[in-house]
T-cell receptor, first 106, second 114 residues
Framework: AQRVTQPEKLLSVFKGAPVELKCNYS??????LFWYVQYSRQRLQLLLR??SRESIKGFTADLNKGETSFHLKKPFAQEEDSAMYYC????????FGTGTRLQVFP | DAGVIQSPRHEVTEMGQEVTLRCKPI?????LFWYRQTMMRGLELLIY????????DSGMPEDRFSAKMPNASFSTLKIQPSEPRDSAVYFC????????????FGPGTRLTVT
């Protein structure tokens, strides 16, 4: 079955602390994975794609096929990173996880 | 461009009533998607259209839900009759190509069914 799992509904950290938002997937094919972000009162938007292997706003995500994971990481969290984060798997359509709310306290 | 436009932004209705949610995609986008967002299930794809034709409606929960796209600039999602468990945020998104990730999301409609 095609599935995306985000085990944490809420992740709270202090400013400057490292952040890791977990994402695991289940897919028999070659996965294409993405992270989306929704800031307060803003629209859901694409944050990054695994295939581009780039860092966006200090965030990176590495696809680990052995562990079927695509965790989102940032070494030093900022208050403006507080948002809802969704991991998504692209099959012939996007399958989203349940999301993790990141709260960064000052 | 104002992006994807959804109306209303908030809807409160009583159980049993008909609810119609509206979406205007970005001009020129050939694909339109309807999603439902809940705390328990996150974001779920309900249905998507290509060139106004429904391609995949496997995510539509039951017969009470229906979606139409009469033209390239307008789509509706209707729930009849509505139930409290339909309470959620409904998002519309559009994309120029079939690449799923290149979707632009609307602001969503928050539906509350009492």
């Amino acid at each position: 079955a095609q599935r995306v799992t985000q085990p944490e509904k809420l992740l709270s950290v202090f400013k400057g602390a490292p952040v890791e938002l977990k994402c695991n997937y289940s897919y028999s094919g070659s996965p294409e994975l993405f992270w989306y972000v929704q800031y307060s009162r803003q629209r859901l938007q694409l944050l990054l794609r695994h295939i581009s292997r780039e860092s966006i706003k200090g965030f990176t995500a590495d696809l680990n096929k052995g562990e079927t994971s695509f965790h989102l990481k940032k070494p030093f969290a900022q208050e403006e990173d507080s948002a809802m984060y969704y991991c998504a798997l692209d099959t012939d359509k996007l399958i989203f996880g349940t999301g993790t709310r990141l709260q960064v306290f000052p | 461009d104002a992006g994807v436009i959804q109306s209303p932004r908030h809807e409160v209705t009583e159980m049993g009533q008909e609810v119609t949610l509206r979406c205007k995609p970005i001009s020129g986008h050939d694909y339109l998607f309807w999603y439902r967002q809940t705390m328990m299930r996150g974001l779920e794809l309900l249905i998507y259209f290509n060139n106004n034709v429904p391609i995949d409606d496997s995510g539509m929960p039951e017969d009470r839900f229906s979606a139409k796209m009469p033209n390239a600039s307008f789509s509706t999602l209707k729930i009849q009759p509505s139930e409290p468990r339909d309470s959620a945020v409904y998002f519309c998104a559009s994309s120029l190509t079939g690449a799923s990730y290149e979707q632009y999301f609307g602001p969503g409609t928050r539906l509350t069914v009492t």
